[in-house]
């Protein structure tokens, strides 16, 4: 059965460094997302990427994050210089094109990122 | 802000019991996810319900939309330890792309 996979499982970085975390969605499907989980806390959406341009972007989302597709599978998740409170499990997640109805995404294992 | 609150927050059941998980909003959603989640690992989709009053079962679970579209139930007979983790609840909102998550259920089923 398709699935997204990410790497790496698990990045650790010192505070202020770049991390580009990678995804590869599932084929056929054409949104993009990626969504974050601060240990304990509930699953929060960062932004939404649709025919090579972010389509919604939450607040936490700001100058420091960027996305790009750079080929067609993969789907990256660039921090230019990482804070503390940038620690958090990332989830990309894919959809196949929207039905009229629901919004249907499958997420991948996540990426465990932890900033010392 | 469009919320999702789930309850209970925790529970513990012994193999066999029954139980019903709840998810409730204020807000109005195009559908409605729900999710399990196991510790370190990524949500993983079990139902997508879209119509108000929709009922959907997946072997011993059992998902219902509310009429208003505004809350969610999962109801499982007979739990067994297999089911034990992280229940989510994820509503799709009208003209928007993205999910907003519910604050979780964490369920342990023991032998």
């Known amino acids: 059965e398709p699935e997204v996979t990410q790497t790496p499982s698990h990045q650790v970085t010192q505070m202020g460094q770049e991390v580009i975390l990678r995804c590869v969605p599932i084929?056929?499907?054409?949104?993009f997302y990626w969504y974050r989980q601060i240990l304990g806390q509930k699953v929060e959406f960062l932004v939404s990427f649709y025919n090579n341009e972010i389509s919604e972007k939450s607040e936490i989302f700001d100058d420091q994050f960027s996305v790009e597709r750079p080929d067609g599978s993969n789907f990256t998740l660039k921090i230019r210089s990482t804070k503390l409170e940038d620690s958090a499990m990332y989830f990309c997640a894919s959809r196949a094109q929207m039905t009229l109805t629901y919004n249907e995404q499958f997420f991948g294992p996540g990426t465990r990122l932890t900033v010392l | 802000t469009q919320l999702l609150e789930q309850s209970p927050q925790f529970l513990s059941i012994q193999e066999g019991e029954n139980l019903t998980v709840y998810c409730n909003s204020s807000s109005v959603f195009s559908s409605l996810q729900w999710y399990r989640q196991e510790p370190g690992e990524g949500p993983v989709l079990l139902v997508t319900v879209v119509t108000g009053g929709e009922v959907k079962k997946l072997k011993r679970l059992t998902f219902q939309f509310g009429d208003a579209r505004k809350d969610s139930s999962l109801h499982i007979t007979a739990a067994q330890p297999g089911d034990t983790g992280l229940y989510l609840c994820?509503?799709?909102?009208?003209?928007?792309?993205?999910?907003?998550f519910g604050t979780g259920t964490r369920l342990q089923v023991f032998p």
């Open positions: 994820a509503g799709d909102p009208y003209n928007t792309d993205k999910l907003i």
């Open positions: 084929s056929n499907h054409l949104y």
